[in-house]
């Protein structure tokens, strides 16, 4: 006799109370999983009628000797918490299964069965194929990684990369070089009804989108070659004084200005190397200057030149003695000449070189300024003692020389700018 409680299959008499097949359209027809996928029949059920899965919480999937004793509904339910809460969450993943299991053991189960069981070496190989082709050209075509190859970031504080509008994890600035050409591509779609002009409308806006991109970085590229950066925050002096080179002339200045449009097609290197050899060529040519002007004179051996040398030194350095004994006898002649109207008068000699310009600046004589002088300073005194007096100045003074004499006596500390 049956024992209360327990599932039999109608077909082979198997217990099915864990797992059973229960046929929708027949009464009473539960079949076991293996008469079920054999395809019996019996009585009206055919194998074709729609079946419902019964599980009685017993099943297990990997059999009565896997560890922990999991059902089945247990493994739906662990598998439902894996895509839900993600790899790793097992404490989620165990409250999702049920408070029988702790987060350990379902860490445990899912590696063990699901990883490392023969699951998990069915559905992950050993060695993943590669089934992508590389397409890119290492050669800087429109592919080529160095688009993409980001350079190191710039060694500035974050002051300086403010100021920049500098991003330094994105090796980007705020305004880059055509700032709009992301609209190219920005709304491109590729669509399966696209006629083949279309496809390569589309293809050209790729293309140009490209060329800005190399444009952008050709740019940084030069910037960073150059220490264009550095220059901009004043760093490159710092840098010059701690390294100095020779000194660089003026006209290697002005020539650098005038050749700068080429540092856009060479490198830094490669720029500071011609300018090294045109200094080099200079010096060569005013060597070979140097000696064809020994070789007219006669020189052919390198002892000679010494000595030609100190004899043209001599010679210059007497020309620059005559030059300048000529120029200061020039100037003596010519500030005796400056005084020649009134140096034959009588005062003459009591004037000062000052007064000596002032009067033959005025055509004053000596006498007729010196009596004005004393009249000036005598007035001056009385009026700083408190007594009253006339002013006594000669009829061939007019308002011109006496405002002239003034200020020059008040310049020169003989009176106070008040009486002036």
């Not at 060329?211 to 004043?234: H, T």
């Not at 030194?313 to 100037?331: L, M, P, Q, V």
């Not at 300024?369 to 009249?375: A, D, G």
Request: with cysteine.
């Amino acid at each position: 006799m049956a024992e209360l409680g327990k599932k039999y299959c109608v077909y082979c008499l198997a217990e099915v109370s864990p797992l059973r097949f229960r046929c929708t359209e027949c009464a009473d027809i539960e079949l076991c999983p293996e008469c079920f996928s054999a395809g019996a029949e019996i009585g009206p059920h055919r194998r074709w009628h729609g079946y419902q899965l019964v599980d009685g919480g017993r099943f297990t999937l990997w059999g009565a000797e896997a560890e922990g004793g999991w059902s089945s509904r247990e493994e739906q339910l662990l598998l439902d918490a894996i895509e839900q809460f993600g790899f790793g969450n097992w404490d989620d993943m165990a409250a999702h299964v049920g408070a029988s299991r702790t987060p350990q053991e379902v860490m445990e189960h899912y590696v063990s069965m699901y990883i490392h069981g023969n699951l998990g070496k069915a559905c992950i190989p050993d060695t993943i194929p590669n089934r992508v082709t590389d397409h890119t050209c290492p050669s800087g075509g429109p592919l080529s990684p160095s688009l993409t190859t980001p350079l190191p970031p710039l060694d500035i504080s974050v002051a300086e990369q403010q100021q920049l509008g500098y991003m330094p994890l994105r090796d980007d600035y705020e305004i880059e070089y055509d700032q709009d050409a992301e609209t190219l591509i920005s709304g491109l779609s590729v669509n399966y009804d696209d006629d083949d002009v279309e496809i390569e409308l589309k293809r050209a806006h790729v293309d140009m989108y490209v060329r800005k991109l190399k444009e952008r970085q050709r740019r940084k590229n030069i910037a960073r070659d150059y220490n264009l950066v550095p220059a901009f925050l004043g760093k490159d002096k710092k840098d010059k004084e701690k390294t100095p080179k020779r000194k660089i002339t003026k006209e290697e200045k002005e020539l650098r200005l005038k050749l700068r449009p080429l540092y856009q097609f060479m490198s830094c290197k490669e720029f500071e190397d011609f300018f090294e050899n045109m200094h080099k060529e200079r010096i060569l040519r005013a060597k070979i200057r140097e000696l064809q002007r020994y070789r007219r004179n006669g020189i052919t051996k390198m002892e000679e030149s010494a000595e030609y040398e100190a004899a043209r030194h001599k010679r210059e350095k007497r020309k620059e003695n005559k030059n300048i004994a000529s120029s200061k006898r020039g100037k003596e002649e010519g500030k005796e000449g400056e005084f020649a109207a009134i140096e034959n008068l009588p005062g003459f000699e009591l004037l000062s070189d000052r007064e000596k310009v002032l009067c033959s600046s005025l055509n004053l004589s000596p006498a007729r300024y010196v009596t004005v002088k004393t009249i000036i300073i005598k007035d001056h005194l009385q009026k700083r003692q408190g007594i009253p007096s006339k002013s006594r100045l000669p009829s061939y003074l007019d308002k011109v020389l006496k405002k002239r004499i003034l200020n020059f006596l008040t310049e020169s500390g003989w009176i106070s700018r008040d009486a002036s």
